[in-house]
């Protein structure tokens, strides 16, 4: 325990006496400093036994006594010691009452014990309190290392939990509780969600410290990690500020988690080594070698039916789309170049592939995540699984943040785009796979977060008709017919709207036209003559009909 002025009274070799603050005496002393100073209060930090001979002080003026002593307790002194038989035979009864009126301890140093001794004996108990300190740290982190090996991270937050007197939990990268200790905690650790976000924006290794939220414990959060984002946080709760002892035990449970909870570089290189060929080997058809390969890395994974979700980010998503428009003529180097150069402290992808694993986790599900490069991300999920759901739930609310963040500044913000298959299993991997890139092609000129395959099986074709490409192609097909009605000679492409929605009946569309069915007749030959193309041929009716929906004004 800590040396306090009770300690130094009742040190029988230095025959210290009380004279006042006799209820104060429980008070930690941080160190014994001898002054003559009529005002040494510029010299001390807080917590010292102030060692006097008056040598300098008119110690029998209770006025004077009165502001010195006031002085001193502002300053944070704990204790004067006031020597006897120097310049003073006895304590004079100014600096008493004054002592006395402060609530200061006031000891009386008999001249037979010198300055040096208390100075030493304090000196010897700091040394003594910091040794037990010490040993006991060392004990704790052997105690916290013990039930770390053997009981994992569970394990270890009971064991600090019980060192520290208070409670522990651990979050994952989502700010999510993975375990708590003792087993009430779990709903005071959620609660601290938002401040283990807020942890998670500053670079690791970070630390804060909050009020509890009931104003009940004073809980310290640590971020978990070696990388630039941390990838877990601690929370320690206790009900007065960290000792020595408990400081060196939440710095040793800090170091295992961080042991615990962070992979190795080369691991996590291996591991995403072979994730990646497995994916290949499911696309190629091979879902034996694939299991081979997996063995139970990815659990039950390769045999439940599952969901393939491709997500790019914007850079990604322009540096393709560009490419598609110019016939591919961007080469392999220049995109690697153009999507590395994006920072990735707020990578999207990233963000996205901590969700689904974190999600997975917490549900004890297998998820195969497989980055493609910079810019692009292969996920394998169960299918109505958690970390399905967590996909669905991040890339929209990404989106949202992001389009907020561009209303507020200028900087480009990275999207994300999602395109999800339907539920297939091992076999069908190579045909989930095209459906998650069809869904991602359509998530990207819709200008959405997310598109999952079944809403292409079930909407609409004509959104898809929106793309540039489509446009310049209906535009070329009708042109001739436009330039022919612009002379004025007759209204052709109204005219085709009409028979073709009319099915080729031509009463009813000569009727919604207003003319008779031979006028109708005349120019649809005439259309057949401008295109070269006969309408009898289906094709070209289908051509023709997506031309005019394509080009056709919003609203029709």
Avoid at 59 to 68: L, S
Avoid at 440 to 464: C, D, F, K, Q, Y
Avoid at 478 to 502: F, I, K, M, N, P
Wanted: charged share 25%.
């Amino acid at each position: 325990m800590p040396l306090t002025l009770a300690s130094l009274v009742h040190h029988s070799a230095l025959k210290l006496t009380v004279r006042a603050g006799e209820d104060h005496l429980d008070v930690p002393v941080r160190w014994a400093h001898v002054s003559e100073l009529a005002d040494p209060v510029p010299y001390m930090e807080g917590g010292e036994l102030l060692l006097i001979t008056a040598l300098k002080l008119d110690a029998e003026d209770p006025e004077a006594m009165r502001r010195y002593v006031k002085r001193l307790v502002g300053a944070g002194v704990v204790g004067l010691g006031f020597a006897v038989g120097v310049n003073y035979d006895e304590v004079p009864k100014a600096l008493v009452d004054a002592a006395r009126e402060e609530g200061l301890p006031l000891l009386e140093v008999p001249r037979r014990t010198p300055f040096l001794a208390i100075s030493k004996a304090v000196s010897a108990a700091l040394a003594a309190d910091q040794y037990r300190a010490v040993t006991a740290g060392f004990a704790a982190q052997r105690e916290l290392t013990r039930q770390a090996l053997s009981d994992g991270p569970e394990g270890l937050l009971a064991a600090l939990a019980a060192q520290v007197d208070g409670w522990a939990a651990l979050y994952d990268a989502s700010g999510a509780v993975v375990a708590a200790a003792p087993e009430w905690a779990g709903r005071r650790a959620a609660r601290l969600t938002p401040d283990v976000e807020r942890l998670r924006e500053r670079p690791a290794p970070a630390s804060s410290v909050v009020g509890g939220p009931n104003g009940e414990d004073r809980i310290e959060l640590h971020s978990l990690g070696t990388g630039r984002r941390p990838r877990a946080a601690l929370a320690v709760g206790t009900a007065a500020p960290l000792g020595t002892a408990e400081r060196y035990a939440v710095h040793s449970a800090i170091a295992l988690l961080t042991l615990t909870t962070e992979r190795s570089r080369s691991l996590h290189a291996a591991e995403q080594r072979i994730g990646a060929a497995v994916l290949r080997m499911l696309l190629a058809g091979q879902p034996d070698h694939a299991r081979a390969v997996a063995g139970d890395l990815y659990g039950d994974l390769l045999d439940a039916p599952f969901r393939v979700i491709v997500a790019e980010s914007a850079s990604a998503s322009a540096a393709r789309a560009h490419a598609d428009g110019h016939a591919r003529v961007a080469t392999a180097p220049q995109t690697a170049a153009a999507l590395a150069a994006a920072d990735t402290d707020g990578d999207p992808l990233e963000g996205l592939a901590e969700t689904v694993e974190s999600a997975a986790a917490r549900s004890g599900e297998a998820v195969l995540v497989v980055p493609e490069g910079q810019a692009r991300l292969v996920i394998l999920a169960v299918d109505g699984g958690a970390a399905v759901a967590a996909c669905q739930e991040y890339a929209p609310a990404v989106q949202a943040a992001r389009a907020a963040a561009r209303e507020q500044s200028a900087a480009d913000e990275d999207e994300l785009v999602v395109g999800m298959s339907a539920p297939a299993g091992p076999i069908a991997a190579a045909a989930a796979y095209k459906q998650a890139e069809q869904a991602l092609s359509v998530a990207r000129r819709r200008g959405r977060a997310l598109v999952e395959h079944e809403e292409l099986a079930t909407g609409s074709v004509l959104p898809l008709l929106q793309d540039d490409a489509v446009r310049a192609f209906a535009d070329g097909l009708l042109r001739a017919l436009r330039e022919h009605d612009a002379t004025g000679r007759g209204d052709l492409v109204a005219s085709l709207r009409a028979w073709l929605s009319r099915h080729g009946q031509w009463d009813a569309a000569a009727a919604d036209l207003g003319v008779h069915r031979h006028t109708l007749r005349y120019r649809m030959r005439r259309v057949e003559e401008i295109l070269g193309r006969s309408l009898d041929d289906p094709d070209v009716r289908m051509e023709l009909w997506l031309a005019l929906k394509a080009t056709a004004p919003a609203g029709e």
